[in-house]
C-alpha cells in the first residue's frame, strides 16, 4: 500500500543532543510538510518541500534543519534540543503545491530528557 | 493574523446521534478546506475536503461550507463509540500554498 512512514514512532533523546527524523513516502507525491505538534494544540508547519525547493517557515527557530535528498525522503534535524521541543513530530504529503490534501505519516513523539 | 477557530470541546453525544462540529476562519478568500480525525496519540487522517458552498456527503459524514458566513462545518450522522477523537480544521490561505489547522474539538460518543 502507498504510504508514509516515519521513523523512529518514538525517540528520546538528552538535553543539547542532535537528534534526527526521518520520513519517507511511496505516494510519489512532490510536496513533503514537517509539522510539529504539542499536546492539544494545532499541527505547527515547520517546513516544506516543493520537489527539492525549500520552504522555512518565518517562525521555525534555527534549531531545526531539513533535508529532503530525493522524491521519497525527508529528514528533520534538531541541532540542541530543548525541553521545549518535547512534542509529536508530523511529516505530510501532498500530490502537488498549494492547498491541497494531505496525507500524514504516523508521527516520531520526541521526548527531551 | 489568519486564523481558524474551533470549540475545544469536549463535545459529548450520545450514540446513535447527529455530532455537529463547527469551524470558523478569517480569510475570506480561503478556497479549500479540509477535515481531519486524530485519535489520542495518532496522527491526523484525512477524511472530508470541499471547496464550494454547499453540502458534501461521504457516507456517514457531511460537511457543508458557507463562505459568506466564512464557516465550514461536519456532521456525523450514527455516531459510533469509534468516532471519538479530536477533529481538526484546516484552511488554505489564499495568499499562499499553506493550510492552517485549527486546535480541534474533542468529540466524546456516549454508549
Known amino acids: 500500500d502507498a504510504m508514509v512512514i516515519q521513523n523512529p514512532r518514538y525517540q528520546v533523546t538528552q538535553f543539547g543532543k542532535p537528534v534526527t527524523l526521518s520520513c519517507s513516502q511511496t505516494?510519489?507525491?512532490?510536496?513533503m510538510y514537517w509539522y510539529q505538534q504539542k499536546s492539544s494544540q494545532a499541527p505547527k508547519l515547520l517546513f516544506h518541500?516543493?520537489?527539492?525547493?525549500?520552504?522555512n517557515e518565518a517562525d521555525t527557530p534555527d534549531n531545526f534543519q531539513s533535508r529532503r535528498p530525493n522524491t521519497s525522503f525527508c529528514f528533520l534535524d534538531i541541532r540542541s534540543p530543548g525541553l521545549g521541543d518535547a512534542a509529536m513530530y508530523l511529516c505530510?504529503?501532498?500530490?502537488?503545491?498549494?492547498?491541497?490534501?494531505?496525507?500524514f505519516g504516523p508521527g516520531t513523539r520526541l521526548t527531551v530528557t | 493574523q489568519k486564523e481558524v477557530e474551533q470549540n475545544s470541546g469536549p463535545l459529548s453525544v450520545p450514540e446513535g446521534a447527529i455530532a455537529s462540529l463547527n469551524c470558523t476562519y478569517s480569510?475570506?478568500?480561503?478556497?479549500?478546506f479540509f477535515w481531519y480525525r486524530q485519535y489520542s496519540g495518532k496522527s491526523p487522517e484525512l477524511i472530508m475536503s470541499?471547496?464550494?458552498?454547499g453540502d458534501k456527503e461521504d457516507g456517514r459524514f457531511t460537511a457543508q461550507l458557507n463562505k459568506a458566513s466564512q464557516y465550514v462545518s461536519l456532521l456525523i450522522r450514527d455516531s459510533q463509540p469509534s468516532d471519538s477523537a479530536t477533529y481538526l480544521c484546516?484552511?488554505?490561505?489564499?495568499?499562499?500554498?499553506?493550510?492552517?489547522f485549527g486546535k480541534g474539538t474533542r468529540l466524546h460518543i456516549l454508549p
Open positions: 518541500y516543493y520537489d527539492k525547493d525549500f520552504n
Open positions: 505530510a504529503t501532498s500530490a502537488r503545491q498549494g492547498p491541497q490534501e494531505q496525507y
Open positions: 484546516a484552511v488554505n490561505m489564499l495568499e499562499d500554498d499553506k493550510i492552517i
Open positions: 470541499i471547496y464550494s458552498n
Open positions: 480569510d475570506r478568500g480561503s478556497q479549500s
Open positions: 505516494l510519489n507525491h512532490n510536496v
